[in-house]
């Protein structure tokens, strides 16, 4: 059963524009998303994250969208750049368990030229 | 260290054989968790820390898996009679606390089993 779905396992941009990565989630006790950005051989990196009280959090050039009643969210990277090539995963966690993370299968980015 | 240390970085091993692996979180950090991470799959949470004590150990996959952590500190996440679908990347992350708060990751152990 997997809680937390990113349905596009890649996702091709040119350097300068707009990268969209989308999140699926069906757990409703989720209260907490988080981004995270891993590259091979590493650890993942905490990008944004966003509590279920906003639609949006912004961080440079980075923007968390959370669509409750869709139970959708979104990462917008603008501009995207080359050092953005990774695999992003979406990560969800719901009050009272402690922050355990529930994360999605991950979306490989790759920023070209 | 700033970040979270993870040892040994790889690890390759005989099926049946137990292996230890360590975690070293950030200082001051009282909750650590681990994961593990199978090939072409997202992250699957398996216990989690609150100082020394393990409120949640429902990650765990089975009985030949254990961990503890000692002085609120270091951790160390021990597979017995290893199988090869314990094959996976094994990641510890650590928190200031138990809330809705960022974790932060080492880089991991990358446990093959032969």
């Known amino acids: 059963d997997q809680q937390v779905k990113q349905n596009s396992p890649s996702l091709s941009v040119q350097e300068g524009r707009i990268s969209i990565l989308n999140c699926d989630y069906t757990?409703?006790?989720?209260?907490?998303f988080l981004w995270y950005k891993k590259y091979p051989a590493e650890g993942p990196t905490f990008l944004i994250s966003?509590?279920?009280?906003?639609d949006k959090n912004e961080d440079g050039r980075f923007t968390v969208f959370l669509n409750k009643s869709a139970k959708h969210l979104s990462l917008h990277i603008v501009p995207s750049q080359p050092g953005d090539s990774a695999v992003y995963f979406c990560?969800?966690?719901?009050?009272?368990?402690?922050?355990?993370?529930?994360f999605g299968t991950g979306t490989r980015l790759q920023v070209t030229l | 260290g700033a970040g979270v240390s993870q040892s040994p970085s790889n690890k390759v091993t005989e099926k049946g054989k137990d292996v230890e692996l360590r975690c070293d979180p950030i200082?001051?950090?009282?909750?650590l968790y681990w994961y593990r991470q199978s090939l072409g799959q997202g992250l699957e949470f398996l216990i989690y820390?609150?100082?020394?004590?393990?409120?949640?150990k429902s990650g765990l996959p089975s009985d030949r898996f254990s961990a503890e952590r000692t002085g609120g500190s270091v951790s160390t996440l021990t597979i017995q009679r290893t199988q090869q679908e314990d094959s996976a990347v094994y990641l510890c992350?650590?928190?200031?606390?138990?809330?809705?708060?960022?974790?932060?990751f080492g880089d991991g152990t990358r446990l093959s089993i032969l």
């Open positions: 992350a650590s928190s200031p606390v138990v809330s809705n708060q960022p974790q932060h």
């Open positions: 757990n409703s006790m989720f209260d907490y």
């Open positions: 966003i509590s279920s009280i906003k």
């Open positions: 990560a969800a966690s719901a009050s009272g368990t402690a922050s355990k993370l529930t």
């Open positions: 200082s001051g950090h009282t909750a």
């Open positions: 820390f609150q100082g020394n004590s393990a409120p949640d």
